[in-house]
């Protein structure tokens, strides 16, 4: 690793406090997360007590309304929170974009009575959440989901496997998408399901080529019994929530890749001003000086297109069509920038010494989660020209 500090992103907020809360989260990258992230992902660790702290700093909830504890800060503000605790840690980024996830179905579809129950715990009481949709055999196809909801009285009765399930294991909370209906999306109802429920069992951990922290299992449900009153919206509307809450996961996403690029041009920036070849700097080089002009034009441009989006979500406009262009745009610039960053190092770039080769494992999988980039080409034609005929 290079001794070079990286500077501050030079960022447009909209408020005195939300650059405040932007120096909070640069505050706390530094000094609780970047110094062990290359440790504790080789360790496999999750950082619980990371999650903690952000919750006691009121950072778990940043988009959501003060009213059940949440931080009422604009995407456009929380997304680049996003960003700076992805540039630390993905693990750490990536975990808060799926916690949001987790929420999004209550706070925008519960009602009163179950936000002011639930909402003031998942949002700055210390838990963390998860988001249940992916299965085994439902993955791009997520609305031919197999796992039941069956009625039984005031209770659903929740039997079926969830798969790739991001905090699957250590979640207090599980946003469940389950069948109660007839096939197709028509038929998909949500729930909120406590992670200590009984019958709720996680596999083990999945084996992954990076972020190697963030626990990635597959989740059982034999006979788990959610009461009614923790059912999200109405029968038959859980896709249509599930949609929703991927629409503003889009966008957590493509800034955590950001995130991520930007940590690497930052690496790789440092080592060319530092390393000499042929009695000068290898910054000086056309060719690295190009690579580095193109990196850093590549992270401007996913970062203007992830703000746009954000502003359009802010300002109650529709958003779908853009966040899918975020997630596509940003999460294949990070794959092309961690890819650069590890040329620039040569031979480091290739050795855990240097965190590039593991921002590269790590940008791979932003360009599959919350719809492969293969599906957001799908919705920005289907936005452009409509649904396909067959």
């Known amino acids: 690793m290079t001794d070079r500090a990286p ?21 706390i990258a530094q000094r609780e997360i970047r110094p062990r992230a290359a440790e504790e992902e080789d360790a496999g660790r999750f950082p619980r007590e990371v999650f ?13 309304a003060g009213e059940f504890g949440g931080g009422e800060q604009p995407y456009e503000v929380y997304l680049q929170v996003l960003e700076e605790l992805a540039a630390a840690r993905l693990t750490v980024g990536l975990g808060v974009s799926v916690h949001s996830l987790a929420c999004h179905g209550l706070a925008g579809y519960g009602t009163k009575e179950q936000r002011g129950e ?16 992916s299965e085994p055999a439902a993955g791009s196809d997520a609305a031919s989901l197999a796992t039941k909801a069956v009625r039984e009285g005031d209770d659903w009765i929740l039997t079926g496997t969830k798969a790739w399930i991001t905090h699957g294991g250590v979640a207090d909370f599980y946003t469940v998408l389950a069948r109660t209906g007839v096939p197709g999306p028509k038929g ?7 992670g200590d429920a009984p019958g709720l069992t996680a596999a083990v951990p999945e084996k992954k080529m990076g972020m190697k922290g963030s626990p990635t299992a597959q989740l ?16 038959g509307q859980g896709f249509g929530i599930a949609l929703a809450a991927l629409d503003a996961g889009r966008l957590g996403i493509a800034a955590c890749a950001i995130g991520v690029a930007q940590a690497a041009l930052d690496e790789a920036l440092a ?63 990070a794959m092309a920038v961690t ?26 999988v932003l360009q599959i989660v919350e719809g492969t980039n293969q599906i957001q080409r799908m919705v920005i034609a289907r936005h452009l020209a409509g649904p396909e005929s067959r």
Do not use: N
Not at 7 to 27: K, N
Not at 52 to 64: A, D, I, K, V
């Open 7 to 27: 500077q501050p992103v030079d960022r447009q907020l909209p408020t005195e406090e939300s650059r405040d809360l932007l120096a909070l989260v640069r505050e």
């Open 52 to 64: 903690t702290l952000l919750s006691e700093s009121g950072l778990l909830g940043l988009p959501y």
């Open 118 to 133: 639930h909402l003031p715990a998942m949002l700055g009481g210390g838990l963390l959440g998860a988001y249940c949709l």
């Open 188 to 194: 998909i109802t949500a729930f909120l399901v406590p």
């Open 220 to 235: 059982h449900f034999d006979g788990v019994r959610v009461p009614d009153a923790r059912r999200i919206g109405e029968e």
């Open 271 to 333: 080592y060319a001003l530092d390393r000499k070849q042929f009695g000068h700097p290898i910054a000086d080089f056309q060719g690295l000086r190009f690579m580095l002009a193109d990196m850093a034009t590549k992270i401007e441009a996913g970062r203007a297109l992830y703000l746009a989006a954000a502003r359009l979500r802010d300002a109650g406009k529709p958003f779908s069509r853009q966040a899918a262009m975020a997630k596509l745009f940003c999460t294949d610039a």
């Open 339 to 364: 890819t650069d960053a590890v040329q620039v190092l040569g031979g480091y770039g290739y050795t855990a010494d240097f965190p590039v080769e593991r921002l590269m494992r790590e940008a791979k």
